[in-house]
């Protein structure tokens, strides 16, 4: 027996022998794990596990057919047969579907869904179970026959899978299926009926696919067209080999130019567009091309770029003429201007002379300004009509009072009705009425219409003037006359340019431009215009206006103000500059000015003495010419607004170009008031009380007084401290002035002549020993531009960058950008100001500044005495800070210098020499500015422009004036910067009197 003992044996079932009690356990255990694990399977939710008898009544029906057909096991176990929970069409269906594969009939019913496995043949099918609730799903059966140990059918088993998710599935297949051979059919289609000829290539260049047009372009059929190289169907295989590579390259290639060769030796120039195209993984795939025949598009493109170039031509002449008439017509307008401008200035001047013409003198002076006015009335309207054509005209659509139009209308034109013993009537306004219109066109218009009706009237006739509301949005304003009145074939011509009728009606002859001008303006403001005539009655104007409601501001009273020009304060001088090349407009002016007791002239006759003399003297206002003969005024305002010594001045324009667009453009640029020429005293006057006005609010916004001689102001000058810097500058008074400034705000200074000497010191004291370099641009050796560049080429390898300033005599509109292209950082104009300075050094060497010491500076009082002083002596002492020493040493300076300077202008104008004229001239202009003496700077200015144009007809002249102005200056300084000499002097001189 053996050791290992279970219990008592029994025998085996098959009555062999005595089983060990162990092994029975084990066998019976086993027993129950396996019959677990079949009952487990067999109630699987997942599956419909049916089991029937041989005659097919359900005998189970585990928990997943359950769930799955909605039936408790009860309700159909020795029920029902698995045929009944099945769609019957379906397995009427299979019963035929297998009589037929098998040959023999088949009852449909259960025998259907079993036949087979009857048979012993495996039988998976589909059917359609039915629910208890009705629904319905697709199945996936598996029937197995059951048998005993005689192999005889005892049953059999159905087991049914869930078949809707895989149907589902299956569907979506076919449906994408469907889809994509409709997008393959509309891929291809669309490929096909492209107009280009289409090919994919792979990445080597080897065609895969084209379209039919392709196949024509090439004619080559498609078969033998895929698989072979790209190149090898044009005329450069080459280049369309460059073709794929580029496209590989860049992703993109578009407008490729190639020329396509077919089999038969048709060459055809193609525009080839190529991408690259890539499967889903990105992966690179090929190239897709599309090749347009441009032979058609090449030609209308040549014959288009034939045709612009004929419009363009034509378009340059059209512009050419258009550009000369707008040319012509501005040139007319000055060349008239100007001496009309002399004419009336005069005239005017004459009429208002308190010394009384004669009464023949006055008849003259009234002729002469009659005939004067009416050629200017001319002018105006041919620039009227010319600026309407080129759409230049600028019009505003305010509320305009119609009564009080029509009262300054009145006012103007009843005098000249009255003469020709005309009466003329208006209508009554009982309550305002409003018109939508530009203010002054709707004058223009009107004192028009109302000019011909006393023009072509009857003698003692009338002029009757009325309005009525037309509409309920317009307003009719009427000019009834009784003149001779026009028959109605004329009527169409009084709108026409030069139409001349004026001899037809019998009446004084005019251009015909007046009422073309009234038309378009009337036009222009939505309106209209017309005109009724009668031979032998008088006609009658009219015009048609929108009208419009009362503004809603309206001014409840007071009184105009005060449009004389009250000039004088009684406190000081004021200074007056006038930039004026006119030898007739500028004596004008001078005339006017002298009206003017406060007033002291200054006059320039460029553009760059004129920004010299403001710079120096500091006036309340400037007239500025804008045709100038070296920078026009425009520059010139451009120059001195961008100064802060000078951009607090109001500057008035004198022009004689009086087109309108000429007006907005010096108007946009800045000026103050645009005056026209011929010049308009009352207009005049107005203006200069204004500017003047101006000129004293903004003074005193800044703070800035002009207190008498004795009383000076002192305010404070901002400074940095500690800055090694090097100033290049050739003229010694320049010098003391730049160093002393330099010195005063705590800098170290180290002054050198040229530019040459100024590189010497930057290369013996190192690099970084200066902070900064203040570089003259005007020097002899070297000047400040070339010194500045060489600077800049030693500093290109090192990384350093050291600041540079230009000192220069001259900032006109270009000069800082020219500055700062040579490598400058920025400039300081002369003369030099302290705090402009200041400003500068700050910006370009932040790190140094630090508040310091705050020396006090006077501010320049205006003179008080009548005509131009030799010098500002509050200019240069504040500059200076009232050092007398320092102002002593620098008149010994500019005096030992200047009469070196005034031999070389002499010799240079004795030769005719420009180049020597105008740099001695320079020098001493410059030197002159540091004491704000305008004459001087006036005269200097003058030779400096004369040299720098080589044109020395009058440079004789003004070396002349300078000759005389140079004595006074000298005095003058050497009265003030010696005065207890001069005072002892003068004691010796009484004494000696005695």
Not at 974 to 981: E, F, I, K, N, T
Request: proline share 5%; aromatic share 6%; hydrophobic share 40%.
């Amino acid at each position: 027996m053996s050791a290992r003992t279970y219990g008592p044996a029994f025998p085996d079932d098959d009555g062999v022998g005595p089983l060990d009690v162990g092994d029975e356990v084990r066998r019976k255990e086993a027993l129950r794990e396996a019959r677990a694990l079949q009952i487990a399977i067999f109630n699987s939710a997942n599956f419909s596990s049916i089991a029937t008898d041989a005659n097919g009544v359900i005998q189970i029906f585990n928990v997943g057919a359950e769930r799955m057909l909605g039936y408790t096991a009860a309700e159909v176990m020795n029920q029902i047969t698995p045929a009944d929970i099945s769609d019957p069409q379906e397995v009427i269906a299979r019963a035929k579907a297998l009589s037929v594969e098998l040959g023999t009939p088949i009852t449909p019913g259960f025998d259907a869904l079993v036949f087979k496995a009857s048979r012993g043949i495996e039988d998976i099918y589909e059917l359609t179970y039915i629910r208890k609730d009705g629904s319905r799903f697709p199945a996936v059966v598996s029937v197995t026959a059951l048998r005993d140990a005689q192999d005889a059918i005892i049953g059999y088993l159905l087991i049914g899978t869930d078949n809707t998710a895989r149907k589902q599935v299956e569907e979506e297949r076919k449906k994408l299926d469907q889809r994509l051979r409709d997008q393959q059919f509309y891929t291809r289609s669309l490929i096909e009926s492209n107009i280009d000829a289409l090919m994919t290539t792979d990445p080597s260049g080897i065609i895969t696919d084209v379209n039919k047009q392709m196949e024509a372009l090439t004619d080559c059929t498609r078969d033998e067209l895929i698989g072979a190289p790209f190149k090898n169907y044009f005329t450069d295989p080459e280049r369309a080999e460059a073709a794929i590579n580029l496209v590989l390259s860049e992703k993109k290639v578009t407008n490729y130019e190639l020329t396509a060769r077919a089999r038969g030796g048709k060459q055809t120039v193609v525009s080839y567009n190529a991408t690259t195209f890539y499967d889903r993984d990105r992966t690179l795939q090929g190239v897709f091309a599309a090749a347009r025949d441009v032979t058609e598009r090449n030609r209308l493109d040549q014959a288009l770029q034939e045709k612009n170039v004929e419009l363009e031509s034509a378009k340059s002449v059209a512009e050419q003429a258009n550009l000369a008439k707008s040319d012509f017509l501005s040139s007319m307008s000055h060349e008239l201007r100007s001496p009309l401008n002399a004419i009336l200035g005069f005239a005017q001047l004459m009429e208002s002379d308190p010394r009384s013409p004669t009464p023949s003198q006055k008849e003259s002076i009234a002729q002469i300004l009659d005939a004067g006015w009416h050629l200017l009335n001319l002018i105006n309207e041919i620039l009227d009509l010319a600026a309407i054509e080129s759409g230049t005209v600028s019009l505003s659509g305010e509320s305009v009072s119609l009564d009080e139009i029509m009262l300054e209308c009145r006012a103007m034109m009843e005098p000249l009705a009255h003469k020709r013993g005309i009466s003329m009537t208006f209508p009554r306004f009982d309550n305002p009425h409003f018109v939508s219109s530009d203010r002054t066109r709707l004058k223009q218009i009107l004192i028009n219409l109302l000019s011909n009706a006393i023009k072509y009237n009857t003698t003692q006739g009338t002029v009757v003037v009325d309005y009525t509301v037309s509409a309920p949005d317009r307003t009719r304003i009427s000019i009834k006359d009784t003149g001779a009145g026009l028959p109605p074939e004329k009527l169409a011509q009084l709108f026409q340019p030069f139409n001349r009728l004026g001899r037809e009606a019998e009446g004084e002859e005019g251009t015909g431009i007046g009422l073309v001008v009234t038309k378009r303006l009337v036009e222009l403001m939505g309106g209209a215009i017309g005109v009724d005539s009668t031979v032998g009655a008088g006609s009658v104007f009219w015009i048609e206006l929108i009208s419009a409601a009362a503004p809603q501001f309206l001014d409840e009273g007071g009184e105009a103000a005060d449009s004389r020009p009250h000039l004088q304060n009684g406190t000081r001088l004021r200074t007056l500059l006038c930039v004026e090349d006119n030898p007739a407009n500028l004596k004008l002016v001078e005339e006017l000015i002298a009206r003017c007791p406060d007033l002291r002239l200054l006059t320039a006759v460029n553009a760059t003495l004129g920004i010299d003399l403001a710079r120096a003297a500091q006036p309340e206002m400037i007239l500025m010419d804008v045709n100038l003969p070296d920078i026009s005024g425009i520059e010139a305002l451009k120059v001195l607004h961008e100064d802060p010594l000078t951009a607090h001045i109001p500057i008035v324009a004198l022009s004689a170009n009086a087109m309108p667009r000429d007006i907005v453009k010096g108007m946009e640029a800045g000026f103050f008031r645009y005056l026209t020429k011929p010049i308009k005293v009352s207009e005049f006057m107005d203006t200069l009380r204004m500017a003047l006005e101006l000129a004293d609010q903004r003074t005193a916004e800044a703070g800035r007084v002009f207190p008498l001689p004795d009383a000076p102001v002192i305010v404070p000058i901002p400074r940095t401290t500690g800055l090694r810097i090097l100033v290049a500058e050739d003229h010694p008074v320049n010098q003391e002035v730049v160093r002393q400034i330099l010195q005063r705000l705590g800098h170290h200074v180290e002054v050198v002549p040229d530019g040459h000497a100024a590189l010497a010191a930057l290369e013996q004291s190192g690099r970084g020993t200066f902070d900064l370099v203040l570089m003259d641009v005007q020097m002899p050796v070297m000047g400040g531009l070339e010194a500045t560049a060489a600077i800049r080429d030693a500093e290109r390898d090192s990384g350093m960058h050291l600041p540079i300033v230009a000192l220069t005599a001259h900032a006109m509109h270009g000069d800082r950008e020219r500055y700062l292209e040579a490598g400058m950082d920025g400039y300081v104009t002369k003369p030099i100001d302290g705090v402009e300075l200041t400003r500068v050094i700050s910006q370009l060497v932040p790190a140094a500044a630090a508040p310091g010491p705050v020396p006090a500076a006077a501010v320049p009082a205006a003179p008080v005495a009548a005509g131009p002083p030799a010098f500002d002596e509050r200019f240069i002492r504040a500059r200076l800070g009232d050092n007398a020493q320092l102002f002593a040493k620098l008149v010994r300076l500019f005096l030992g210098d200047s009469p070196a300077r005034m031999r070389a202008m002499r010799r240079a104008i004795n030769t005719g020499d420009g180049e020597a004229l105008r740099e001695a001239a320079h020098a001493l202009k410059g030197a002159a500015a540091n004491f704000a003496a305008a004459p001087v700077v006036e005269a200097a200015g003058r030779l400096e422009f004369q040299g720098r144009n080589g044109d020395l007809h009058e440079s004789a002249a003004t070396y002349a004036v300078l000759t005389r102005e140079m004595p006074r200056l000298r005095r003058a300084l050497g009265r003030a910067s010696h005065p207890r000499r001069t005072s002892a002097h003068r004691q010796q001189q009484r004494k000696a009197a005695r």
